[in-house]
T-cell receptor
Framework: RKEVEQDPGPFNVPEGATVAFNCTYS??????FFWYRQDCRKEPKLLMS???SGNEDGRFTAQLNRASQYISLLIRDSKLSDSATYLC???????????FGKGTTLSVSS | DAMVIQNPRYQVTQFGKPVTLSCSQT?????MYWYQQKSSQAPKLLFH???????NEADTPDNFQSRRPNTSFCFLDIRSPGLGDAAMYLC?????????????FGDGTRLSIL
């Protein structure tokens, strides 16, 4: 079982749609969580950290459920520029790697 | 302004010919990481430096080495590249080894093996 698993995607949505991505992690010792965005053939870029209380950044909302070991990302009012692969990331102790999910691809069309 | 800079963006080398990829940072971060990302796969950590302290991941092949001559620069050396080493190589930094700090990635170097 992979340590971080994501919806396989791809998600194809029209502009303005609301889309949600789910992610589960298997290591209960995971301490920190992030969503990264990766455009085709580019580097991952931090989208947002994920906090237990949930957090929002503009059209993006991230939530963490430690009991269920579940992370989500909600994108409201999708834009064409949101088209990318979204990587769910966990880190289970200081000094170790970011553990990436394989990513979920989002394609927003007009 | 680019803060984690990788050179070159694209590197082509011959099978078995040593190659060096470079990374520099203007963030003055203590930790520098090298990841390998193959097509349609998640990035995989090869090793990291905390200051001058080198930490190798258990499953990183011996073919991969790294050097960090100073805070700003870190190099990835592939001694004898094989076809399976063709990938995107990503350098990342973080201020400290604290789990809630995200890592900042460079643009990556895409390595091709002939």
């Amino acid at each position: 079982r992979k340590e971080v698993e994501q919806d396989p995607g791809p998600f194809n949505v029209p502009e303005g749609a609301t889309v949600a991505f789910n992610c589960t992690y298997s290591n209960s010792a995971s301490q920190s969580f992030f969503w990264y965005r990766q455009d085709c053939r580019k580097e991952p870029k931090l989208l947002m950290s994920v906090y237990s209380s949930g957090n929002e950044d503009g059209r993006f909302t991230a939530q963490l459920n430690r009991a269920s070991q579940y992370i989500s990302l909600l994108i409201r009012d999708s834009k064409l520029s949101d088209s990318a692969t979204y990587l769910c990331v966990a880190r289970h102790q200081a000094g170790t790697a970011l553990i990436f999910g394989k990513g979920t691809t989002l394609s927003v069309s007009s | 302004d680019a803060m984690v800079i990788q050179n070159p963006r694209y590197q082509v080398t011959q099978f078995g010919k040593p190659v060096t990829l470079s990374c520099s940072q203007t963030l003055n971060h203590n930790v520098m990481y090298w990841y390998q990302q193959k097509s349609s796969q998640a990035p995989k950590l090869l090793f990291h430096y905390y200051d001058k302290d080198f930490n190798n991941e258990a499953d990183t092949p011996d073919n991969f080495q790294s050097r960090r001559p100073n805070t700003s620069f870190c190099f990835l050396d592939i001694r004898s590249p094989g076809l399976g080493d063709a990938a995107m190589y990503l350098c990342a930094t973080s201020p400290e080894l604290i789990s809630n700090q995200p890592q900042h990635f460079g643009d990556g170097t895409r390595l091709s093996i002939l």
